[in-house]
């Protein structure tokens, strides 16, 4: 009976988790329906239990025998092995109290279950085995002199990563598409409000292994911090941070991929003019979420690495796609303008789409001109922080195309001014003449003065 479900969830004894005390920058993440996204963002909160601390767990009296720096360095290894006990739980939390049920209830099929939960499975012995040697390296008094040489020789596990991290924009698509279930909603509700979740919901256990990813480096650098140029753990604690940094940057790229490849799989196209190879060719999706235009019609806009495209969110087939809202502007051609409160002027037969407040408020306008056409969209963000998101997004879009655009320009340079007789000689290319490249700077500058002025229109 599904009036019934939190009954039949078996208890899960809820143990300590710990919280870091910093504040992470999401490198992997999601954004949220009305708000544009890029690469670092804030974790959303999640509740955590109680700290554990190193100097309250174990024999206080070797505390008098070591400095504060080394006692500093003690906590930041303890922090570690707390992390993997704690993340090791959770995720046999989300197997035994999510995924095992809705199995056993019919709630979702297993083929869902598998998209959703993914290798979820397969990190906790990974974790497991990390756990095992931080314990094995703790002497009987707590104290834990070498742990570099153990992250070297595990930290290649991690790339087990690039395949689940890269999973989650599917995921949380189909769950969020599942949550429609009332059967599914009912289950998730009831969960959320047994006191094993600790009020969090099934998305944030299967966002923990990404968390936990991108703390790594932040556990490294605490350790760093408190051990020594001349200490025998030294050399092997930077190696690991250079692994680890390589490691987080290389998944998070894949991810990126992943998600622009999602959603350009899920536009739909009215016509064949629409297709753009701009669209085909993008590999990052710098951000994107729903923004109203000027009549209160609620779109979806995708700003990828060469193109914006705007869209409108509809179902087909029982799956969320998005159906392209006239042509694609490019990156390059594409003028933009923040909008002041009140310059806006509001239009359409859609009443009551903006409340009073909203209706002069959070305006920006994006314009495409090409040959004799103009392209024109006024754009209301969700508040001034999302708008101020989306003109970040825009500008750095610009810069970054401008940019190559300047590199290709100077290498076309430098390969005109090679010898022709000798085309091997890569010291003489050294002599190409500044002055094209100096030419490019100055309508990059040009360019972005311009973009900062009112561009005109409505």
Known sequence: RVTSLASLISPVKAAPLKRIGQTLQRSISFRSDCRPWGRQIAPAITKRRDSKLWSETFDLGLGHMLSSTEIKRQEAIFELSQGEQDLIEDLKLAKKAYRDPMLKLSIMTEHELNQIFFTLDSLIPLHEDLLSRLREARKPDGSTDHVGHILVDWLPCLETYNSYCSNQVAAKALLDHKKQDHRVHDFLQRCLESPFSRKLDLWSFLDIPRSRLVKYPLLLREMLKHTSNDHPDRQHLDEAMN????????????????????????????????????????????????????????????????????????????????????????????????????????????????????????????????????????????????????????????????????????????????????????????????????????????????????????
């Open 243 to 458: 692994m680890i940094q390589s490691i987080v940057a290389d998944i998070n790229t894949q991810t990126g991929e992943s998600e622009c490849r999602y959603y350009k799989e899920r536009l739909l196209y009215l016509e064949s003019g629409q297709r753009d190879l701009l669209i085909d060719s993008s590999r990052i999706l710098s951000c994107h979420g729903e923004l109203k235009n000027n009549r209160g019609a609620k779109l979806h806009v995708f700003l990828f690495q060469d193109v914006l495209v705007v869209t409108r969110a509809i179902t087909q087939n029982e799956q969320l796609c998005y159906q392209l809202h006239r042509q694609p502007i490019p990156v390059r051609d594409l003028e933009w303008e923040d909008l002041q409160d009140a310059e806006v002027r509001l239009g359409g037969s859609i009443r009551g789409a903006f409340s009073h407040s909203e209706r002069i408020k959070n305006f920006f306008r994006v314009v495409f001109r090409s040959g004799g056409q103009l392209q024109t969209h006024c754009f209301q963000a969700s508040d001034a922080f999302n708008k101020q998101q989306w003109l970040n997004c825009i500008r750095q879009a610009k810069e970054a195309v401008w940019s190559a655009e300047c590199g290709a320009a100077q290498t076309a340079c430098q390969d005109r001014a090679r010898p022709q007789h000798d085309p091997c000689d890569r010291v003489t290319a050294c002599c190409c003449s500044s002055e094209p490249l100096q030419q490019c700077a100055t309508v990059y500058r040009k360019h972005f003065s311009e973009s900062d002025t009112a561009v005109g229109g409505s």
